[in-house]
């Protein structure tokens, strides 16, 4: 799960990266969630591998346990998507830059990972995402609810002040919780993601129009996909699934 966590934090976090973001928390208070989150995507090697991952991957959830990680570790199965379907999304939320440079025992992580879980999975994605309070309703820790709304939108260059300027302006109007997250650095920018975390398919079918984004950034936008998430209640490390919601 930290091979990403191991890539970048060695090139990127503790070069230029980690300085500058830690000079934007000075001012922030340590009783409020941080505005940074880890969003990993794996998948198995192939259906051969697909049960000793889940397997795997449990089991090195429990050495974070064991550990005493104080991190937040979310999982999500993929449900309804085009070319995801099964993958797993493992993202931990609310974190400054000091956290996220402090992992808890990399090296014994990397150990426990190498042996229960690298054998059998491929990664896709990892990056890091700053969580954009303006556009969203929420805190940026997504309620563990069953199910979750994940869309990615990518755009074309230059196009992520007017996108985020579009977003902003109905942000009043947004029902239910809906967290936008910007990419930092892991991937191709601009991209966003949200998270729209729910009871039920049945509630995220009913709240369809409350998710369309608006008509004025049809034009900045190269590639939107929407999937489902299904919450994994035994893959989670200091998340409590919610109960209603």
Do not use: C
């Amino acid at each position: 799960m930290n091979r990403w966590i191991r890539i970048v934090g060695a090139e990127i976090l503790l070069g230029t990266l980690l300085p500058a973001l830690l000079i934007s928390q000075t001012k922030q208070s340590t009783q409020a969630p941080g505005p940074y989150a880890l969003i990993g995507i794996m998948r198995a090697l192939d259906e051969r591998h697909s049960v000793d991952l889940e397997a795997g991957y449990v089991r090195h959830l429990e050495w974070h346990r064991q550990a005493k990680d104080p991190f937040n570790w979310y999982s999500y199965s993929v449900g309804a998507s085009t070319e995801r379907q099964r993958w797993i999304i493992y993202a931990t939320f609310g974190h400054t830059a000091a956290e996220l440079s402090n992992p808890v025992s990399p090296a014994e992580d990397w150990r426990d990972a190498d042996i229960n879980l690298l054998p059998h999975v491929e990664f896709t994605g990892n990056a890091i995402y700053q969580f954009l309070p303006s556009l969203s309703r929420g805190n940026g820790m997504p309620t563990p609810t069953a199910l979750a709304e994940y869309t990615t939108v990518e755009l074309k260059y230059g196009s992520g002040m007017a996108f985020e300027a579009a977003l902003a302006a109905g942000q009043s109007e947004l029902h239910g919780e809906t967290l936008w997250y910007r990419l930092v650095v892991g991937g191709n920018v601009p991209r966003y993601v949200r998270l729209r975390p729910r009871a039920n398919l049945s509630a995220i079918l009913d709240e369809r129009a409350d998710g369309d984004l608006p008509e004025t950034v049809n034009g900045l936008i190269s590639k939107i996909t929407i999937e489902t998430l299904n919450l994994r209640p035994n893959m989670l490390v200091n998340v409590t699934p919610a109960t209603n919601h």
